[in-house]
């Protein structure tokens, strides 16, 4: 049968990368009204944080894609023999 770990595997990855950058962007807002510079680690380039939401998303369904493209099979399969 089909391994389905490749795909959840790349799905939990994209889900991870994006929560973190979701994190830095949603730190920005309080650091502008708090008037306070973010510290050097925690500095918050905006565009380089939507592209990793932007890769994240696609990563995710791509990764769906294939877990569907399983299943497919899997019923093809199925249904021929049986």
Partial sequence: ?????????GMANATSR???????????PAAVQNNTPPDAQDSVSLSDDMV???QSRNDYEAN????KT?????????????
């Fill in 1 to 9: 049968m089909a391994d389905f770990s490749i795909p959840l595997a």
């Fill in 18 to 28: 994006l929560n973190t950058a979701a994190a830095r962007i949603a730190r920005l």
């Fill in 52 to 54: 990793a939401l932007l």
């Fill in 64 to 67: 769906t894609k294939v877990v």
């Fill in 70 to 82: 399983f299943d497919e099979m899997t019923k093809s399969l199925l249904n021929i023999l049986g």
